[in-house]
């Protein structure tokens, strides 16, 4: 499933109103079991020289585990702008009786406006003593495989600006539950 978005950098060079643009050939990465076709560069430049935008393809990263009964929080750098492809995260629960229910937030930052929350279905809970794999991901459909503790779900196709962020949001998360194995892939481009 190709979802490289080849005016990602035409977009963004747009939303910071500069202009010019060079696409190399994509490339081909998996993820999470989605394959993701991603550009070599493209650089754009804003003629007056105000601005220089470089969107350099693709970054897998993997957060650090949070700490027990903590979310994980994702913020973008000063001076990048990120899509944001896939994200994948475990969350192990503690014994405490009770059933959570996982979303994914993204906002405007430290102001804490939302841009998107999305549940995780309902239809399965989370319970104690498990582990569920999360993945959200551009290009896919709603899944769920209770049997196999995953758990699939698309993403919006967004631009990221600086202090921007996403983070999970975990109704009912204990002090004993964990985030863990939290990993991203982020089509990027920095500026100046």
């Keep these: 499933m190709k979802i490289y978005d080849p005016q990602f950098a035409q977009r963004l060079a747009r939303l910071l109103q500069t202009r010019g643009t060079n696409v190399e050939a994509p490339q081909t990465i998996p993820f999470a079991g989605v394959v993701i ?5 493209a650089v754009l430049e804003n003629l007056g020289g105000l601005t220089a935008v470089r969107a350099a393809g693709i ?7 949070p700490a027990n009964g903590t ?3 994702v913020t973008v750098p000063p001076g990048e702008a990120w899509r944001v492809l896939a994200i994948h995260a475990n969350l192990v629960t503690s014994a405490t009786v009770i059933t959570r229910s996982v979303y994914l937030f993204m906002d405007f930052g430290a102001v804490g406006r939302p841009i998107y929350r999305d549940a995780i279905p309902s239809g399965t809970g989370q319970a104690a003593s ?4 999360y993945t959200w991901a551009l290009g896919t459909q709603v899944m769920e495989e209770a049997g196999n503790f995953k758990k699939v779900r698309p993403l919006p196709d967004l631009i990221l600006l600086p202090g921007y962020r996403f983070q999970s949001n975990t109704l009912n998360l204990q002090v004993g539950d964990s985030w863990e194995i939290v ?3 982020i089509e990027k481009a920095s500026f100046r």
């Design 59 to 65: 970054a897998r990263t993997e957060l650090a585990d």
């Design 71 to 73: 979310e994980f929080v």
């Design 183 to 185: 990993s991203f892939l």
């Design 130 to 133: 498990t582990t569920w794999n």
């Design 37 to 41: 076709s991603i550009p070599a560069e």
